[in-house]
């Protein structure tokens, strides 16, 4: 099992950059890829990106390709999501996610933090 937890989420002015963390439990079996989704009020929860257990590996969506980066610090069992550039349309709560299966594959995450909320202001 993999527990999760976000932090970085706030308010942030159009054109505005904001950094997001995750940080998974220290019991967890090594080999989990990590992702962000989000879920805007109203709307149901969508991928964004994701990385591989390595590193090595990543995919974005097109909504944030060129605009957020994801990474991760394995040692530190940490997880992160540079977002810069932010629109009013990227306002959500923003969760990060596990899995043992295969990276790229939004339907493969089964673990969940409680998420955190981001907010951009025009």
């Known amino acids: 099992q993999v527990r999760l937890e976000e932090s970085g989420g706030g308010l942030v002015q159009v054109g505005g950059s904001l950094r997001l963390s995750c940080t998974a439990s220290?019991?967890?079996?090594?080999?989990?890829?990590m992702a962000w989704f989000r879920q805007s009020r109203g709307n149901e929860r969508v991928f964004l990106t994701a990385?591989?257990?390595?590193?090595?590996?990543?995919v974005y969506v097109d909504a944030v390709k060129g605009r957020f980066t994801i990474s991760r610090d394995k040692p530190k069992r940490m997880l992160y999501l540079q977002m810069n550039n932010l629109e009013p349309e990227d306002s959500a709560v923003y969760y990060c996610a596990a899995s043992y299966g295969n990276y790229a594959y939004p339907n493969s995450y089964d673990y969940w933090g409680q998420g955190t909320q981001v907010t951009v202001s025009s």
């Open positions: 220290e019991s967890a079996r090594n080999g989990y890829h």
């Open positions: 990385i591989s257990w390595s590193g090595k590996s990543t």
